[in-house]
């Protein structure tokens, strides 16, 4: 019995949530608003920004396609990992492909 009503019950919360009828009035933005930006810098990353991704890699977790270990990355300060890595962001983010080699 307790199952029935328990299917009662859903049923009729998806009857109300899903057949919902067409809003009365819509509302119109705000022209204004469509002009204002967020001040999002849409470049490519700074060597900073690398830095800082850099530092939050965690270790001992199983690389990815590339088959590059954060540990591997996370040593940056020690061997300039940044110093290679903000070109080849660079030229990933202006051709937009990355490369093969």
Known sequence: MEERKLAEMWTEHFRKTLNAQEPQEILELDASLEKERLPIDEGPPSRQE????????????????????????????????????????????????????
Not at 89 to 94: Q, T
């Open 50 to 101: 690398i830095l800082e991704v850099l530092k939050e890699l965690k270790n001992n977790k199983a690389p990815g396609i590339d088959e590059i270990p954060a540990e591997f990355l996370s040593v940056s300060k020690e061997y300039n990992t940044d110093s290679w890595l903000e070109p080849l962001f660079r030229r990933i983010w202006n051709q937009e492909k990355i490369p093969e080699d």
